[in-house]
């Protein structure tokens, strides 16, 4: 992996310019949530033929790093959206950019489509990469698409690079990150050293409204597409034919039916315990 360098040299001068820090924001365009999602043949999810947004949860992850950004108005901190996906994924960019996002970047490679989690954090690995003194990389903690919640943690073993995962809030104090996760268990106290990995939840404050600043910026950004190979990326490390598991069938779930209706004439209550015993909920 390319180390990751907080300066580069101008080959007309004879001193180094440091680098603006950045903040990496993955974002994914995924199927809206409100469309009906079907698998095709070789049992990959339909991305074509439904209407596709920015992930709800990226925009939990964008709106904390512009809150750092705009903390930190000294340090000059730079916010990259990044995606990995089919072509039109660059709405998904151009949704963060609106929102206050410097710039985007996105990759798309028909090589890649259909990668498992393994597979996807490698390419976004080797994207990031291209992305000069990347010391702060945030992520929604699960895709509402694929659920797993995985990737935060592969990324990070990959980098080797600290993961705070499923964090409500977070700030910058010098070089550390310090985030605050709410469990059932309690509310934790976590940090790191940068450059690290945080993933958001959707505890989080609410993300911002673009405005139309935003929007018009968003609409005329200049978005670059990268190809796999522009990221280094093997084209036998990723995609569907080298996925670590398969799906070989799948089984659409059934339409969800009407529940039975107590009519309550007196004897409702005796109805609904009946049906408790049926169906073994109590003795």
Known sequence: MPAVSGYKTNEHKDVAEKLMPCMVVLVKYVPDSWSKRILTEDFTLDRENVDAVMDEINEFAVEQALRIKEAHPEEGWEVVALTVGPAGSDQAVR??????????VVVTDDAIAGSDVLATAWALNNAINTIDDVRLVLTGDASTDGKMGALPAVLSEYRQWPAVTSVKSLQLTDDTVQAERITHD??????????????????????????????????????????????????????????????????????????????????????????LKTEGFID
């Open 95 to 104: 949704k963060a950019i609106a929102m206050g996002a410097d710039r985007g």
């Open 186 to 275: 309690g509310v934790w106290e976590l940090q790191a050293s940068l450059p690290a990995i945080v993933s958001v939840s959707e505890q989080a404050d609410k993300a911002r409204f673009p405005n139309f600043k935003g929007l018009m910026a968003a609409k005329k950004a200049d978005v670059p597409t990268l190809s796999a190979a522009d990221c280094g990326i093997d084209p036998a490390t990723v995609g569907l034919a080298h996925a670590a598991t398969a799906v070989t069938a799948a089984t659409a779930r059934a339409e969800r039916s009407r529940g039975t209706v107590v009519h309550d004439s007196g004897d409702g209550a005796a109805q609904i315990v009946a049906f």
